[in-house]
């Protein structure tokens, strides 16, 4: 099989490409681009399994970056085994072609306990003490420490949460770099988060996105350039389209007013109890699976929610099949947000009440997704004094909480999830393969094939 390599530029559209990224504008030029049509939800983990497997969400089963946890009644985002994905993928189908073919997956999700043949995974220490060490997951397991030794440890802080920068995206780039070079993998699977942080945090206009496309159009050439040289096939993609938002629904608010919505407090906090509710929303992005416990009442919360401001439509039963969402994983019915909307977690009527974690960068246990953790409260006084201080009682060895991120939803600026009005948010493919039948528009189980098209070169 023919060596390809695909990069995936999260966040990027054809209305990003242009003065700010000069060397992708060029090299997209001499190739062929598609559009990619979203699938529902337009969020990472949904997406990137259907790229893989060439299968919608309803065989795959990954509804969205979390769910509602049936038999444990819990609400669980952001877990990584590649268990949890029910078809197979790309590097098993290949591997019965060719049994010679081999495959490094360098950050894209799922990538533990996959029966791919190299992986690096963000995977942090968590110690009894409750600090959170950066580090990160590898197959071979020796690797962790090759990769760690030669580049530093993998800077966690800067991959998610209010330091987000630059910097984990070359850190990616770099260890991909070593892996070609130790492994020679058939096919490189590589997660470029960068554009992420910015889109949504200060929107797709603005002078933070311009220097964001600048830093990563530079490591986009670097990697383009070191894989050209060694005869590799390129593509080009994206997971989604980040558009502008400045509205939030707060779905789960909504149902506790109804009296939907259970709350368990704690020394003064509340947590949301999704095993005692009636009915419960799981947000994430501008999507939202609603489960029903009580069915007595699915019709009323129906009602209910189609009548909200900032939800476009609804997926019944019917709407679920039409877009590949038929999965007992996902919710009674799933809500989608109308433009210009994204629908927070949030729960609690009072502040004071919030839950510990809902200050602090937390993926694992808030039930839902929270973008403001990209955020420094900008209501926080002496903000910089009091994060000087946490890393003091760090470094002392002293029990710290960072919790220094908004509750206030209002500072996002943008959002995915939806499929967008205009097109040219949509996410894109991009070969320089010129043979290739490519149409301007192409499903997402179709990069499974564009893929395997490559490789078969």
């Excluded at 070969?431 to 499903?443: A, G």
Aim: aromatic share 12%.
């Amino acid at each position: 099989m023919k060596k390809t390599v695909v990069l995936n530029i999260v966040g990027l559209t054809s209305k990003l490409i242009g003065p700010y990224t000069p060397f992708l504008k060029k090299w997209i030029a001499r190739g062929k681009i598609s559009k990619i049509k979203p699938l529902l939800p337009a969020v990472t983990s949904s997406v990137q399994s259907t790229y893989l497997t060439g299968k919608w969400p309803d065989t795959h089963g990954i509804v969205g970056n979390g769910w509602y946890f049936k038999d444990l009644c819990e609400i669980k985002f952001w877990h990584q085994s590649n268990n949890l994905v029910t078809a197979p993928k790309i590097w098993d189908i290949a591997k019965n072609i060719d049994p010679s073919f081999t495959c490094a997956n360098m950050f894209w999700w799922y990538n533990m306990y996959s029966t791919v043949d190299y992986s690096v995974t963000p995977r942090p220490i968590y110690t009894s003490f409750g600090t959170k060490i950066p580090d990160c997951y590898t197959f071979p397991t020796n690797l962790r420490d090759e990769l760690q030794t030669m580049l530093g440890r993998f800077p966690l802080f800067d991959f998610w949460g209010p330091k987000t920068s630059i910097k984990s995206s070359k850190w990616i780039a770099e260890a991909s770099k070593i892996v070609e070079k130790k492994f020679n993998p058939t096919l490189s699977l590589i997660y470029l988060p960068h554009l992420d942080y910015c889109l949504q945090r200060s929107g797709p206009e603005s002078v933070e996105t311009k220097k964001s496309l600048l830093d990563i159009d530079l490591i986009c050439k670097d990697l383009i350039r070191f894989y050209e040289s060694r005869g590799a096939n390129l593509i080009i993609l994206s997971e989604y389209g980040i558009e502008p938002v400045n509205n939030v629904v707060h779905i789960n608010r909504i149902l506790r007013e109804h009296n939907y919505l259970k709350i368990r407090e704690e020394n003064g906090r509340e947590l949301l109890d999704p095993g005692a509710s009636d009915a419960f929303a799981v947000c994430d992005h501008q999507i939202a699976h609603i489960y029903i416990n009580n069915k007595k009442i699915i019709y009323k919360v129906f009602s209910i929610l189609k009548e909200l401001p900032g939800i476009a439509y609804i997926l019944d039963d019917m709407r679920k099949q039409m877009h590949h969402l038929t999965h007992s994983r996902a919710g009674d019915f799933i809500v989608v947000a109308s433009e210009g909307y994204w629908f927070s977690y949030y729960y609690w009527m009072d502040d004071q009440k919030a839950p510990d974690f809902a200050r602090t960068v937390e993926i694992h246990k808030k039930p839902g997704y929270d973008p403001a953790e990209l955020f420094i409260d900008p209501n926080l006084k002496w903000a910089n004094l009091k994060i000087l201080i946490t890393l003091l009682k760090k470094i002392i060895g002293f029990r710290y909480l960072v919790n220094i991120i908004p509750i206030d939803a209002s500072v996002v600026k943008g959002s995915h999830g939806r499929i967008p009005n205009d097109s040219m948010n949509y996410p894109i493919i991009v070969s320089q393969k010129t043979n290739l039948n490519l149409d301007e528009f192409i499903n997402a189980i179709d990069v499974f094939k564009i893929i395997m098209q490559h490789l078969k070169d």
